[in-house]
């Protein structure tokens, strides 16, 4: 089938399109030069054409995202949805079932998304649920942070047996990148406790934070992943925080980037730095440290970060920082979920209600909207509201439409939130706006680089996947600054969404819900005689201790519907 | 004789992955490293009787063999005539059988329950009042100093559960069972509760007091009575003690708590007293005690499908969930229900008298390997190829880790997932079919 899409504005920042009123072509799940007289014309004059959106950090499938809806009722009837001829109920506002998750994130005109956290040990789950997320092309980040294998290795300064252990666990896993999670921090809450700052062992590992981030990151580039080290740093949520990030991104800055497929040229990314960029000593000094994490940005090449951006809704927090869930609870009193895993993570569900009348919650957001804005290189920085943490992935079309517009931020400053957004932040005296190129890059493009994926994803150029959404908004004459209430509009539906070159939404509507995705993982190749002697040693100890037989942890292909293996060799 | 090795046993929620199976002539003739009832599962019980072949009830009575083809059709007849139809089950069978059936019940506006509702429901209800804090078996088994069995009897239902997380040694625990203090609370003297380094032997039903009790001992306040719930106070105060300094610990809890009579609210108390345990230095989680190996796996999927783990009702064209309204006894009982799909479970022999009284009353279609009390109410019987023995697919331990259940020997029957499959397809033609009349009529009825 061949498709035109004619006269669109066209923003694609991977090749330097910025606005041109341009024509895509599509063949064969492609984009391609030309395509024949017969091909079928979408007109797009008047509107937006960019890549699908390729999300880098979300939480949409697993054992924890599953005990988030099972624990919480009272959050999946708030959305619901009947079926509706091949399109599956569901429910679910801040973590909707599988099917739900695909159609929503395809209606915004995203294409792809990483589920950014997959214990090893339930790698099946995560991927039955990837199964059951239609449309998207999907990967997920095994959890390696607090892993008992790697602390060993890493203990003993064997970074290459980690790099094999690393190269196993990917085929074994079907994964996709390295997710490191409170480094030592999740292990210590295995005896109740946690780790402070990257300098504090792991309890009879004798690890420290800051080693396991060095070594990971040392066996990422040995092995030459597409993805650079994926990094939740350590004292997530903590006034005073932000030294421990700025320090935890300063491991890897001599370390150089070598994948050994796709361009990306970082060798460290730091996911939901907004919960990382705090100041002060306690939540009564608390204030914004966004500007220095913003300012070593600028200054710093091999780190890009995704937001986290609060949306001020009432979600539900999960994560592998075991510790710091427990701290919520604590601090809420609702209810709790945990789940430790043997030998590998832990994680906890909290739901939490994030009140534009609270100060904190206000100066929270104002510092997610600092890095956004005082970050100068929107190719270093991406939108994430690290789903459903900081508040469901529905509001990016809000999330857009407030970079967009000074006056939309201002109106919520002003009469809406808490005066600590404006006393403990900067962002009343921020006025950048983002342009439509800006917000390709920060929600496509960047994350298809970091990722490794630019090849075929992020971008409109041939040869890439044809995965590509048009916006019903004119920048001719429509002006996003002042009329942001469209922008949050056509944001939330795209007029067209095409995957893998099918238009799954056509005029504002999903028509294809049945279409599945790809699963990307990494084929390693590393260092075949050094792997088998690494696996013999890692079969002795799983006899001991894990409760699952080595033969029976490595999932099989049966697990992915379209398999996209990465062949790293 | 072949021997297959690292199988994971499909009996119990332990779901053992370390047996061996003896295969001759496609044949299990024998087993290694299975307890004493997952050995029978593989061997199938010399006095059970295995059906063969789908069966449907004439109107004498009697059950006449019919093939697949005519079964299929006659139980879809049955479902899409429906007004309130049930299907219900899903703990014996696979994952991806369970996901099928979740879009039958979908497609059939039907209401979708599992096992839980008459086991570990309650639990669910109150993960959604207070949380889920847990752990994988081998964290208890790795770190564990304290281990509480409360209500249930691991000795006889899940009988190699004590030898794998209880007497093993673990990473932290090199000795195994020296390193492990072992508290059990039962009213009987079970073979668990033997076992015991402390036995709270509570009243039967007096749960929630005992509970209560330790709560307020636990927060350092006195206990005003002699005796709680038959447990003597300084038992308590020591049990109390035991906890509060364990480095590790983890309770197990089974039916004998989720089913007496505060429910749900046991199991509040419960988990309220394991999530504040955790404020005294130490680390504690808790695992249900789930029984059919893959009872959890048909709430994962539900969750994941419809947002809920069990009594899903579709009868609005969306999930609904509303446990005592929306669960299979609830409509069996007020008479609602008017036909039942039983798969991977026996409600015939586990469901109140009332329950049972309407299955008779109404059609019932078993998918069933073998004769069960449930077959004997069934109308039509289809006898699928076992999972974890002659075909394929996904479990969920009790503690949510998961399998792929191997296929030992071949079968000529389907697979639940393939019956459910070709159900589907046949729902789904009938109501496009369905649909198209109804277009037909409208273009052709004259204008009002
Ligand atoms: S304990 Fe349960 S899973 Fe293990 S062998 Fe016995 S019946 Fe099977
Ligand atoms: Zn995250």
Same mark, same amino acid.
């Given at each position: 089938m061949e498709y035109i899409i004619k006269n669109g504005m066209v923003y694609d920042p991977l090749n330097n399109i910025d606005g041109e009123k341009m024509d895509i072509c599509i063949r064969d799940g492609k984009i391609v030069e030309s395509v024949g007289e017969s091909a079928e014309v979408v007109d797009a004059s008047g509107k937006i054409v960019m890549a699908g959106g390729v999300e880098p950090h979300t939480h949409i499938a697993g054992p924890k995202v599953n005990v988030g809806r099972m624990m919480r009722p009272e959050d999946s009837e708030k959305d619901v949805e009947a079926k509706s001829g091949d399109r599956r109920s569901g429910s679910g506002f801040s973590v909707p079932s599988t099917f739900m998750t695909g159609y929503r994130y395809t209606e915004m005109g995203y294409t792809t998304a990483m589920e950014a956290a997959m214990p090893p040990l339930i790698a099946r789950h995560v991927h039955e649920e990837l199964v059951d997320t239609p449309i998207l092309d999907k990967g997920a980040y095994p959890l390696l942070g607090n892993n008992w294998f790697v602390m060993e290795y890493l203990k003993n300064g064997e970074v290459e047996e980690c790099a094999a252990y690393i190269a196993w666990l990917m085929r074994a896993t079907k994964g996709y990148a390295i997710k490191v999670v409170n480094p030592c921090g999740t292990e210590a809450w295995g005896w109740g406790g946690n780790v402070h700052g990257i300098n504090d062992p792991a309890p009879k590992f004798g690890i420290t934070g800051a080693e396991m981030i060095k070594g990971l990151v040392e066996a990422n580039e040995m092995i030459g992943?597409? /993805?650079?080290? /994926?990094l939740h740093c350590n004292d997530l949520g903590h006034p005073g925080n932000y030294e421990t990030t700025l320090a935890s991104f300063d491991i890897a800055k001599n370390i150089k980037a070598s994948p050994k497929y796709g361009e990306r040229d970082i060798s460290l990314y730091g996911t939901h730095v907004q919960f990382h960029s705090y100041g002060g000593t306690s939540w009564r000094d608390f204030e914004s440290e966004a500007p220095a994490i913003a300012d070593y940005l600028n200054k710093n090449d091999h780190i890009a970060i995704d937001v986290g951006q609060i949306t001020l809704d009432e979600t539900t927090t999960m994560t592998a920082d075991g510790p710091m869930e427990f701290d919520l609870y604590t601090l809420t009193g609702f209810k709790w979920a945990n789940c430790d895993v043997e030998l590998e993570t832990g994680s906890g569900v909290v739901p939490f209600i994030y009140s534009s009348k609270n100060p904190v919650h206000s100066t929270q957001w104002a510092i997610g909207m600092e890095l956004f804005l005082l970050? #100068?290189?929107?190719?270093k920085i991406m939108m994430t509201t690290d789903h459903p943490n900081a508040g469901p992935f529905t509001r990016y079309p809000r999330i857009i439409a407030w970079l967009m517009s000074s006056k939309y931020r201002n109106d919520l400053i002003e009469?809406?939130? /808490?005066?600590w957004a404006q006393k403990r932040s900067s962002i009343a005296t921020i006025d950048r706006e983002y342009s439509l190129y800006d917000i390709a890059q920060v929600t496509r493009a960047t994350a298809a680089r970091v990722l490794g994926l630019s090849e075929t994803k992020g971008h409109l150029g041939v040869g890439a996947d044809a995965d590509v959404a048009i916006y019903s908004f004119n920048p001719e004459t429509q002006d996003a600054s002042s009329d942001y209430m469209t922008i949050e509009a056509v944001f939330r539906m795209a007029d067209h969404v095409f995957k893998d070159g099918e238009i799954v939404v056509k005029n504002g509507e999903l028509v294809k819900p049945r279409i599945d995705g790809r699963t990307y993982w990494v084929n390693c190749h590393f260092n075949e005689e050094l792997e088998k002697n690494v696996i013999s040693d890692v079969k002795k100890k799983f006899k001991q201790y894990y409760t699952v037989n080595f033969e029976n942890y490595e999932i099989g292909d049966g697990y992915m519907r379209r398999s996209a293996p990465i062949e790293i060799k | 004789m072949e021997l297959i090795k690292n199988v994971p046993c499909p009996f119990c929620g332990t779901l053992c992955d370390d047996i061996i199976c003896k295969v001759e002539n496609n044949e299990i003739v024998g087993t290694m490293n299975a307890c004493r009832i997952g050995h029978s599962k593989f061997m199938h019980h010399k006095d059970a009787t295995l059906y063969k072949k789908p069966m449907i009830r004439k109107a004498n009575g009697e059950l006449v063999e019919v093939e697949i083809d005519e079964a299929i059709e006659k139980a879809v007849e049955i479902l899409v005539n429906a007004k309130r139809p049930i299907l219900y089950?899903? @703990?014996?069978? @696979?994952c991806e059988a369970d996901e099928v059936g979740v879009e039958l019940a979908e497609e059939l506006k039907a209401l979708i329950d599992n096992t839980a509702t008459v086991c570990h429901g309650p639990s669910l209800l109150a993960v959604h009042d207070t949380g889920y804090p847990v752990c994988t078996l081998g964290e208890v088994k790795n770190r564990a100093d304290v281990i509480i069995y409360w209500a249930c009897n691991p000795m006889h239902a899940h009988p190699r559960h004590m030898s794998r997380h209880y007497f093993s040694r673990g990473y932290f625990r090199e000795r195994g069972r020296p390193d492990r203090t072992l508290i059990v609370v039962d009213p009987r003297e079970s073979d668990t509760a033997k076992l015991a380094?402390?036995?709270?032997?509570?009243?039967?039903? #007096?749960d929630y007091e005992l509970l209560d009790a330790i709560r307020a001992a636990m927060k350092g306040h006195k206990i005003l009575y002699e005796n709680v719930a038959g447990v003597p106070r300084d038992l308590i105060y020591q049990a109390v003690e035991l906890l509060k300094s364990a480095q590790f610990g983890n309770l197990f809890f089974g039916m004998g708590i989720t089913q007496t009579s505060a429910k749900n609210r046991n199991i509040d108390a419960g988990i309220c007293a394991i999530e504040e345990l955790n404020e005294y230095g130490g680390k504690f989680t808790l695992i249900p005690m789930r029984g059919h190996y893959n009872v959890n796996g048909f709430n994962h999927v539900c969750t994941w499908t419809t947002g809920y783990p069990f009594c899903v009702d579709f009868a609005t064209g969306y999930p609904r969930y509303n446990p005592g309204e929306t669960g299979t006894n609830d409509l069996l009982q007020n008479k609602e229900a008017d036909a039942m799909f039983v798969i991977g479970a026996d409600p015939g022999a586990h469901f109140p008298q009332r329950a049972l009284q309407r299955m008779v009353e109404i059609p019932v279609i078993a998918i069933e390997p073998h004769r069960t009390p449930t077959t004997e109410l069934a109308d039509i019987i289809i006898p699928p190829a076992q999972i974890g023995i002659s075909s394929e697919g996904t479990a969920y331990r009790m503690d949510g880790v998961c399998f792929t259940m191997k296929k030992i020997i071949d079968s000529d029957l389907l697979s639940d997932k393939e019956i459910l499959k070709r159900m589907l397809e046949r729902v789904k033609e009938i109501h496009a079919s369905e649909s198209k009349m109804e277009s037909v009529k409208e273009v052709t009825s004259p204008a009002k």
């Open positions: 992943l597409p /993805h650079s080290v /994926h970050t #100068k290189d929107p190719g009469n809406e939130l /808490h005066a | 089950g899903w @703990s014996s069978v @696979s380094d402390i036995h709270l032997q509570v009243e039967p039903g #007096k």
